[in-house]
């Protein structure tokens, strides 16, 4: 299937995002063979900073393959960052209400027309202290088993140092000059999930699958170790629940 037309709107976001990022960060971009010249396809992005879908989608851009993020329905709504959101394509989600199938029937087609399609799976900022990727929801995985379309894991780091995740005053650190990190991964082996019965388990398992190559990614990133156990929001477990509480108040207030 052909690629998807860049058109006016990402056209114009790009010009008005890109100067800034190139004049006040750094780039430290690998991997961009890995994103799929034609046809559709899916990626799996970590999520640490309010400012790394910029960085990401600054990536995916200079590819020629532009993502469709998945996004909260309220963001469509707002003024002119709705308009944004409506002309460059994004895909609404609605929470907790009947609508809430919608957004992944609309990646699905999505994916069938030969487009890119952008999944946070964490679904949120990741509240793990160290800021490693947290257990994923199961949207990804879902739509990856209905189109068996590939799935290209992408790892970011960096944007957090400019922003912090869960400082109590969103501004953005400038100086010094920050490394916005992107990486994206060899399509992930889902293979052995084809085929079988889209269970809850199943659907966890692929998810866990999809983390693990992000995590992958990000530790050689970081040249870490990530913890042996995924952090759980809500649920984490009393050691690494210990670990958060002892981190510095500005950095855990949202």
């Known amino acids: 299937m052909a690629r998807r037309r860049i058109g006016f709107w990402y056209r114009l976001a790009a010009i008005l995002v890109k100067p800034p990022l190139l004049v006040f960060f750094r780039r430290d971009w690998r991997g961009m063979g890995h994103i799929p010249a034609e046809g559709g396809f899916i990626t799996a992005v970590n999520h640490n900073s309010y400012l790394d879908p910029l960085s990401y ?4 851009y ?3 393959r532009v993502p469709r993020f998945l996004a909260k329905v309220s963001l469509f709504n707002d003024g002119a960052v709705g308009r944004f959101m409506r002309g460059t394509g994004q895909i609404p989600v609605y929470r907790n209400t009947t609508d809430a199938a919608d957004a992944f ?7 069938h027309r030969g487009e890119c399609v952008a999944f946070y799976p964490e679904g949120t900022l990741t509240r793990d202290p160290e800021l490693w990727p947290m257990e994923g929801k199961t949207g990804a995985a879902r739509v990856a088993l209905l189109t068996r379309a590939p799935v290209i894991p992408v790892a970011q780091w960096g944007a957090h140092e400019a922003m912090p995740p869960y400082a109590r005053r969103k501004r953005i650190r400038l100086l010094p000059r920050k490394t ?3 990486v994206a991964g060899p399509p992930v082996d889902l293979g052995e999930f084809y085929d079988r019965e889209p269970t809850p388990e199943l659907l966890r398992d692929v998810t866990v699958v999809i983390m693990d190559a992000i995590t992958e990614l990000l530790a050689e990133v970081r040249r870490e170790r990530p913890p042996l156990e995924r952090y759980v929001h809500r649920s984490a477990s009393p050691e690494r629940r210990g670990q958060e509480s002892s981190a510095p108040e500005e950095e855990r207030a949202e």
């Open 62 to 64: 200079n590819t020629g």
């Open 57 to 60: 989608a600054h990536f995916q």
């Open 105 to 111: 029937r609309a990646a699905v087609d999505a994916v």
């Open 180 to 182: 916005l990190t992107v």
